[in-house]
Structure formats: C-alpha cells, structure tokens
C-alpha cells in the first residue's frame, strides 16, 4: 500500500479517542506519530521522533511513542526510561507484533487503536491515576505526521 493511501484510510478521530481514553485511567501519555519518509530501522526512527517530539519531558518519563512508516512497512512501540523500567523489552515487540498483523492484514486504524489500548493498560497498571490529584496533559494527543 502507498503511503498516502495509508494515511488516508487512518481514522484520526478514533486514535485520539483510544488515546484519551488511555490515557485517562494513568498518569502517561501515548503518541502516534506516522513518518512519510522510508526508514531502514523503525526503532531508530521512533527513538529519533521520540526525541525530536521531545517525548523525554514528561515529569515521570513514562511516554510511549507509537511509530509507524507506511512507506517501508515498519513500526515501532517505544517507552521512555519511567514506562521501560516496570515493562519487560519483550511487552513493546509483543505490542508492535499484534499491530503488524492488523497492519498486514489492512486493518490501520484497529491496529493503532488496539495497541494504543494494550499500552494504556501498562501505563494504568504502573502509573494510575491518584485519586483527588490532578494529571496534566503533557504532550498533544493528536496523531503528528512529518
């Protein structure tokens, strides 16, 4: 599939909704972020998105970044040092697994949505919300593209 064609079937709308709603139940934050360019390796290319979307200044380092490039059919779940520490490495290969078979079988949306809430699962089991506190949004929910 080419990439713009890929973005285009990609339902915005329900990805922030899943974001949220993740986000709602934990103290982390989730991104999704789709590159246009070719990449030879997605984790590289997600830790340089990480970086460049500044996903590192969060106050308990625990974002996750979901990273996808159509155009090299890749994709990438990372977590930053705080989310890292409580997961095993094997959590965000198992995550980025089930999203490839979505992917593979032209299920985008689901796929995002699917592995948006299996992360947000993570983050609420180690960084719940704390009763009476309130929890800033500390990085845009919107899918960012480049």
Known sequence: MKP????????DARIVAAIR?????SRGEIRVHVSARPVA???AGAEATFARLRM???AERNGVLLFLAPASRTFAVIGDRGIHERVSEGFWEAV????RAELEAGRFT?????AVSTVGEALARHFPRQSGAGDA???PDA???D
Request: hydrophobic residues 55%; without cysteine.
């Open 4 to 11: 713009d064609a890929f973005v285009k079937q990609l339902d």
């Open 21 to 25: 709603e993740a986000e709602a139940r």
């Open 41 to 43: 390796d997605a984790r």
């Open 56 to 58: 590192a200044d969060t």
């Open 96 to 99: 980025a697994a089930a999203a």
């Open 110 to 114: 689901e796929a995002i949505v699917a």
């Open 137 to 139: 949004n500390e990085l």
């Open 143 to 145: 899918v960012s593209r």
